[in-house]
């Protein structure tokens, strides 16, 4: 078994523990022994989860996913045996962070390795956003379904050698596997960021000096637009503007717009026919998860060629914790010193950042009218 499945089983039972999966034995010396492991683990941490109770609710009320059918994402399907039902998906960015998905497809789990960002969630964000996502059903922010942590002290996160922290999210490419095998055409998605900042790796010496292994991993590009009803985008556009307005309150910037695109089974169906307030399903859609309509499970466009999906992601970049500050200070002297490159999507201000991020996505929509 490799360090990613060590990782992988570890998030597992911290899922399922409070669920009365695993029990702790009551004899002191299996106790004594299990402590000893734990301190010795290099790769499977022992994780807790943190405000249980508050994901908890916002699962079971808001979101009506009970809690039997969560912990199933958890468990490995029919014949799985020992298999760890997280698949590792790799890593996704500059962040450090590795991804995994539930067998079934529904959730994604990624560490957040980074003591900035997951104390910024933590300490500063955590209480915010419970609140804010039970009063906004309709919010674009990604729905972080627990939020997990190391308990006690390892060689594995003394060293660095395991993530201390992860989050369970909802997939918002739940369905493609489906689609693949029903042989429908491949989804398409972009991670969008304003690509008007100062990127070292794109803008010094035009790249040279970076391999484009690591230049793609930059913010994607969209270069087309969502055709959407004025109804739609009035609604895309106000749930962005509150979505924002509580990151850009609690000094959060680089966050991102993914964005997925597939292409419908009907082409020349009839938008009007399928509208449900600003949104709309197709007759018969790609697979989605059963809940209502909207940007999580789809929004058809208003010229009928393809359903849309997306959310906010990555909002734990806090412009006041140590590592962001520091940033902003070696940009600072950068454009001092050296060159007048202006600032980096982590070293701007959580205004300025909004106000680049709508204007990204105001940019991507063209509005048909009716």
Known sequence: MGRQDYIARSVVRAVTRANGIEKRSTSPLAWILAIFAAFFSLYELTLRKIRPADFA???RKYW???DDAYINSFRPGEGGGEEVPLKAIGDMGFSGSTFYSTADQKYLVKSVPRHSEH???????????VEYMAAHPHSLLVRICDFLGAAGSSLGRIFGLAPSHHIVMDNIM???EEAKKRGE????SWDLKPTSYFYPERDIADGALTSEATKSQLADEFHDKMILTQHQADGFFSSLEEDTKLLAEHNAVDYSLFLVRMKTLQQDMDPSSSAVGSE????????????PPSWRTGVVSADGQHIFRAAILDFFWAKHKIQPR???LLITLWNLLISRSGHMSITTTPDEYRERFMKM???IVEIKED
Do not use: K
């Not at 104390?119 to 956003?129: A, I, M, V, W």
């Open 57 to 59: 609710n916002l699962r």
């Open 64 to 66: 009506l996913v009970g």
């Open 119 to 129: 104390s910024f969630f933590r300490e500063d964000l955590l209480t915010p956003y």
């Open 174 to 176: 739940f369905g493609r």
């Open 185 to 188: 055409a491949e989804w398409e």
């Open 280 to 291: 709309m399903v197709p007759t018969s859609p790609p697979s989605v998860p059963p809940a």
């Open 326 to 328: 520091f940033m902003t």
């Open 361 to 363: 996505c105001r940019g």
